[in-house]
């Protein structure tokens, strides 16, 4: 099954390597999937429409050719044609019923024309979008970028616009999360799936190689990281972002009743996710299909849809979480449960559950709801205070409890997140290095306020329990995008010691 082609490394010039370009991208595609999500609205009103105008011009074509045969087994059998009620003559009555018949199936090319040109537009739009999220998905430092940007920048708890906006944005959220998880599993576990064993066997082959720089392994070369997108994350990345898709059919809508976010029963939510899973395949299956090539010979043909029928299975298996194995299933569940606290779509809701995504996981991975090895990597990951979160800790330097930004994935200890202070003295101040915030200064736990030699009574009345605050509120107002993503290589403990 394997394509033996050459991959255009061009695209990877595409990549960003600026903070202010990486936020550009992130608004550019943020924006094209909002369009993808209304154009699929589209798409599930005018499937059914095409759908009933074809049922109906082939119940009229199937009648037509009755009338005919009818006409034409008489004259077989008198060897004249008959005397039609309501007709001046049969001959001419056969002429329109035929016509009638071309018009009909002319219709219905025109129709598979339409059809055709809208999925290949669509098919071209949905690349485009997953090529300008894949270019943002390439290293630690713009993964972190990606994920924390897209936290920072959700709605404040009581912002009317909220709930629309993290629905909108949590499918490319979760997206992300997912090829990070899955480029981490891969290193340490063997997928039993067909198609990726066989991809990341033509594609990488024994290669210890990584996106994330990881210290034991070596970058991509230019055409295997091509090669690693088109046929291993490209798929994964498809499959991810059209999960949810399936929600914005007529039939969904209807179960939503006009509220998208109101609480639904246990036979309406049975339902909508039924509907919601069986239209999103619709939409991959015929939303956007397979690519539109032109062969020269019937061998390249043959060789190409091989290999993307065998993708779009692919894809199918992960759209379809009931019969789908346990590594696909929570390659995506995972960070599926974590993006319902980072961007949660509840219309009561508290900042501060952002918290618990790291505990509710490590429980259900404890009470066997996760597949072990997926979810302690996933953990070791994000660690406990996610990206874009806000903390307090005690510098050794200023001698005050200064407030930080979690700022990179992937913590040492995942109890010791890396961050940006935004405060000296109390006083707003950012600089381009990093703060590893040791255990022992964060107020968040028991013991560092305990030993701080400061009155319970103050934390509690100051920094309320449990001691984080919500950086949402500071984010574009006191702290710009651009220049908290400005990083210098270099990390500090908290206590400011170089490291």
């Known amino acids: 099954m394997k394509r033996f082609i ?13 903070a202010s370009a990486i936020s550009k991208k992130i608004s550019e595609f943020q924006f ?27 119940k009229k074509n199937t009648a037509y050719q009755e009338h005919i045969d009818i006409v034409e087994n008489y004259k ?25 018949i071309d018009k009909g ?24 979008l997953i090529d300008n999220i894949l270019d943002l998905l390439d290293g630690p430092k713009i993964f972190s970028q990606f994920l924390g940007t897209m936290v920072l920048s959700t709605p404040l708890p009581n912002e009317t616009v909220r709930c629309t906006r993290n629905e909108k944005n949590k499918p490319i959220y979760i997206t992300a999360l997912t090829v990070a998880l899955f480029e981490e599993t891969r290193l340490f576990y063997q997928y039993k799936s067909p198609y990726l064993k066989q991809a990341l066997s033509d594609v990488i082959g024994d290669d210890k190689v990584s996106l994330m720089q990881r210290h034991d392994h070596k970058p991509f070369s230019k055409e295997q990281k091509m090669a690693y997108r088109e046929e291993v994350l490209k798929p994964i990345v498809k499959a991810t972002l059209l999960r949810h898709i399936g929600s914005y059919s007529p039939h969904a809508e209807a179960i939503y009743q006009g509220n998208r976010f109101r609480l639904l029963d246990v036979e309406e939510r049975n339902k909508l996710l039924s509907s919601i899973k069986r239209h999103s395949y619709l939409y991959l299956s015929q939303g956007v299909g397979l690519p539109q090539k032109r062969f020269d010979k019937k061998e390249e043909r043959d060789e190409f849809f091989a290999v ?10 992960l759209l379809d979480f009931d019969n789908q194995g346990p590594e696909l299933r929570d390659l995506i569940r995972i960070p599926m449960v974590y993006a319902s606290f980072m961007l949660s779509t509840k219309e009561e809701y508290d900042y501060r559950n952002m918290y618990r995504a790291y505990d509710i996981l490590k429980d259900g991975m404890k009470q066997g709801e996760y597949n072990a090895n997926f979810c302690a990597l996933f953990l070791r990951m994000v660690g406990r205070f996610p990206l874009g979160s806000g903390i307090y800790f005690i510098s050794n330097d200023t001698e005050q409890i200064e407030k930080g930004i979690v700022s990179s994935l992937f913590p040492k200890n995942p109890e010791e997140p890396y961050v940006k202070q935004i405060t000296r003295n109390h006083i707003q101040s950012l600089s381009q290095s990093e703060v590893l915030v040791v255990r022992s200064t964060n107020i968040y736990f028991d013991s560092t306020r305990e030993n701080s030699g400061i009155d319970e009574a103050i934390f509690t009345q100051r920094y309320q329990p449990p001691y984080v605050w919500n950086a949402n509120e500071v984010w574009e107002v006191q702290v710009p995008a651009l220049v908290f993503w400005k ?6 403990q908290s206590n400011l010691s170089q490291i």
Do not use: W
């Not at 999937?33 to 009933?52: G, I, N, P, Q, T």
């Not at 059809?115 to 949905?126: C, D, H, S, T």
């Not at 993307?308 to 298996?317: D, G, H, P, S, T």
């Not at 990083?487 to 500090?492: E, L, M, S, V």
């Open 6 to 18: 050459q991959y255009q490394t061009d695209r990877l010039s595409a990549i960003p390597n600026m």
């Open 308 to 317: 993307e029928n065998a993708k779009l299975e692919f894809m199918k298996q």
């Open 105 to 128: 199936e002319l219709r219905i090319k025109q129709i598979a024309t339409e059809r055709l040109k809208a999925r290949g537009e669509r098919y071209i739009a949905l690349e485009k």
């Open 32 to 58: 094209d999937y909002r369009k993808m999500l209304e154009e699929a609205s589209v798409f599930f009103e005018s499937h059914y429409e095409y759908e009933a105008e074809l049922a109906q011009i082939k």
């Open 76 to 100: 077989k059998e008198k060897g004249k044609l008959p005397i039609i009620k309501g007709q001046r003559s049969a001959q001419r009555y056969l002429e329109k019923l035929h016509q009638k």
């Open 487 to 492: 990083k210098d290589g270099t990390i500090k």
